[in-house]
Nanobody
């Protein structure tokens, strides 16, 4: 069964750091790109970062560029989102999702993990 499971969410103080993990089962990351998304209460879901399949190229939304870093461990089939200098606006449910090489949509989603930034 294909599964994406997010973990590592929780409460973090303003300016602090948190690392989210997306553990992926039964997907070969050589053929699937992984993206991180978030949705704050009352707001639309926002794509914030992604890492491509074969070459591991990364991209970031302007809202997190310079503060968040996406990475992956192919041996563990896990993708990470290192969140530094967090701000109140980073409070949201964070999701990881998978997009097949050549695809145009993210087809497989995790259940999400809550991140709450306190001042």
């Amino acid at each position: 069964q294909i599964q994406l499971v997010e973990s590592g969410g929780g409460a973090v103080q303003f300016g602090g750091s948190l690392r989210l993990s997306c553990t992926i089962s039964n997907l070969n990351l050589d053929y699937w790109a992984i993206g991180w998304f978030r949705q704050a209460p009352g707001k639309k879901r926002e794509g914030i970062s992604c890492i491509s399949s074969r070459d591991g190229m990364t991209d970031y939304a302007d809202s997190v560029k310079g503060r968040f870093t996406i990475s992956r461990d192919l041996r563990k089939n896990t993708v990470y989102l290192q969140m530094n200098s967090v701000q109140s606006v980073d409070t949201a449910v964070y999701y990881c999702a998978a997009q097949r090489v050549g695809g145009t949509t993210y087809d497989i989603w995790g259940q999400g993990t809550q991140v709450t930034v306190s001042s």
